[in-house]
């Protein structure tokens, strides 16, 4: 709706004509009480452009104040302990001007109780000659994935409020990036959240040795859900429909009784037997084989190989079994053996701690989170000690061979291939110039 501004010039008109526009005005007034909203016609939604102009309409619409600079937008944060009015005055203006905009701003939110670190922008104009306090010409906000609300300083010194409601759609993101430094921070910076990379990494733990095969440079592919507002903010993230490294493939396919699993591009079940990896971002620190040991000091076999975590990092089941040991043994720390079938075992030392519930007896699933990485034992800082067993006997995690994957058929292979279509399609059409854009969103959401 258009706003009243005094600077805009009147037309003069007659009073008898100004009574019979009012007349009609009332008329109209009296039909629009009566009538069912839907007959308003629809406003046409706002392009990206127009949404940040909007957003940003308390510095972009002030003008320079007689006696001082141009508005120059200062982004703050409230802290611990302090109050919406401190921290706009930290921008450099005076109390009572702090004041004033925290008092508009309780027409459309509440600011007593507010969060520490919650973000906002205040366009502040400095005195020319830098002499005196900076004067405020207006604040802009977020209260909700899709609100916002600025502040402008009108021409006669008033706060003008103004808030917005943007529309959020659902739409597949496709992300591509190259690695630099860790999977995480690259997957990140492309817009996926913590949660879709824990995904990703836990896809290719089966196929993919993070601390070997990998480095700078490597490319990756993303596709998920995502729900963003008109001017392109991703708001929340949904499932992981699609992953690519180093020319391995994962799809994201529901089979006909519900399971919703990840397959490669032949529509093989990429869930492996048992993880590679399992532990998220570690890196190898030592081998199977022997070796000279660091505590004793002589050279001994070692029978599993070491994956070098920060304490308290989370520890996955290798695969779905029966815990068998879940107890302090000797030398290892706190120890966890997790028994699959086909003969085979898998073990997990120098643990911190089990995770919850975690004892004897109990069937996991490959993924689920068993204990946490510690230096409990004879270790000299923290890290995973992991095992596989075969019929009793200790083998080298690195190469041993496990049962693989099943491989769709029939109507599901049908589907499968459909759907891969689709989202290679999506990948050819829209894979660079999305990637750019989540990489900007993302830069601006963590401001």
Request: hydrophobic content about 40%.
């Amino acid at each position: 709706m258009q706003e009243f501004d005094p600077r805009r010039p009147t037309f003069r008109l007659t009073p008898r004509l100004a009574i019979g526009l009012a007349g009609v005005a009332a008329l109209a007034i009296g039909w629009k009480l009566n009538t069912d909203q839907t007959a308003v016609p629809a406003k046409a939604p706002l392009d990206p452009v127009a949404i940040t102009a909007l957003q940003h309409a308390a510095f972009t619409q002030s003008e320079a104040q007689p006696g001082f600079t141009r508005p120059e937008s200062v982004p703050l944060k409230v802290r611990p302990g302090e109050t919406l009015e401190s921290a706009v005055q930290r921008a450099g203006v005076p109390r009572d001007e702090a004041k004033m905009a925290v008092e508009t701003l309780a027409e459309a939110m509440d600011t007593v109780h507010i969060k520490a670190g919650m973000a906002f922008d205040a366009a502040v104009a400095k005195p020319r000659g830098e002499r005196g306090p900076a004067r405020l010409i207006g604040l802009s906000l977020r209260t909700g994935p899709a609100n916002s609300i600025t502040l402008s300083r009108t021409f006669d010194g008033a706060m003008r409020l103004r808030e917005m409601e943007e529309k959020i759609r659902d739409e597949q993101m496709v992300a591509r990036g190259e690695i630099s430094g860790s999977l995480y921070e690259s997957a990140s910076r492309m817009g996926a959240n913590p949660g879709l990379v824990s995904s990703m990494v836990k896809l290719f733990s089966h196929k993919v040795d993070f601390d070997r095969d990998l480095k700078a440079g490597d490319e990756f592919t993303m596709v998920f859900d995502r729900k963003v507002t008109e001017s392109g903010r991703t708001i929340e993230t949904g499932a992981l429909e699609y992953a690519a490294i180093k020319g391995v493939q994962f799809y994201r396919f529901e089979r006909a009784n519900g399971d919703v699993q990840y397959f490669d591009e032949n529509g093989k079940n990429i869930k492996g037997f048992l993880l590679r990896t399992p532990v998220d971002n570690a890196r190898m620190t030592s081998r199977f084989g022997m070796r000279r040991h660091p505590i004793l000091g002589y050279n001994r076999m070692h029978q599993g190989i070491d994956f070098g975590a920060g304490s308290g990092t989370p520890v996955f089941a290798a695969g779905d079994g029966v815990v068998v040991e879940a107890r302090r043994w000797g030398g290892y720390g706190n120890w966890v053996r997790i028994r699959h079938s086909g003969g085979f075992d898998t073990g997990y030392a120098h643990l911190s701690r089990f995770a919850k519930g975690l004892r004897a007896g109990q069937r996991v699933n490959q993924g689920q989170v068993i204990a946490y990485v510690g230096s409990t034992g004879a270790s000299t800082g923290p890290h995973l000690h992991y095992e596989i067993w075969q019929r009793g006997k200790r083998v080298n995690p690195i190469g041993a061979k496990v049962p693989q994957g099943t491989v769709l058929a029939g109507s599901e292979l049908a589907a499968f291939r459909a759907q891969k279509a689709r989202i290679d399609a999506l990948v050819r059409a829209q894979g660079g110039e999305t990637a750019q854009l989540a990489a900007a969103e993302t830069a601006s959401v963590r401001r």
